[in-house]
Nanobody, 126 residues
Framework: QVQVVESGGGLVQAGGSLRLSCALTTSTSSSYCMGWFRRSPGKEREGVASIDFDGSTNYADSMKGRFTVSQDNAKNTVYLEMNSLKPEDTAMYYC????????????????????WGQGTQVTVSS
């Protein structure tokens, strides 16, 4: 089983930036697809972005151009760089690992992921 630990959340003003980290207890190459999800107050958890072990990425439409997902295989860590943050980005952000490849049509399906972190809170003030 893969343990997933998120960090880097916090309070930031609108327009600011944050970088979230997701550390894995096993090699990132053993988890083919890593996903970032978020749950905003009163909403369902939704997909934010994903990165495959080969470095290919997928993004939710509302995050394209503002968020960047990357990975450092030497550190077994996946990152989510978030820029131009908006109050509506306020949410608990989760990292998840899948033994399946990231596919453009399914990367946002939560059922594709078997190992989840506890989440890190991001709050964007207006």
């Amino acid at each position: 089983q893969v343990q997933v630990v998120e960090s880097g959340g916090g309070l930031v003003q609108a327009g600011g930036s944050l970088r979230l980290s997701c550390a894995l207890t096993t090699s990132t190459s053993s988890s083919y697809c890593m996903g970032w999800f978020r749950r905003s107050p009163g909403k369902e958890r939704e997909g934010v972005a994903s990165i495959d072990f080969d470095g290919s990425t997928n993004y939710a439409d509302s995050m394209k151009g503002r968020f960047t997902v990357s990975q450092d295989n030497a550190k077994n860590t996946v990152y989510l760089e978030m820029n131009s943050l908006k109050p509506e980005d306020t949410a608990m952000y989760y990292c998840a690992a899948s033994s399946l490849r990231c596919r453009p049509s399914t990367w946002f399906w939560q059922s594709e992921y078997t190992d989840w972190g506890q989440g890190t809170q991001v709050t964007v003030s207006s």
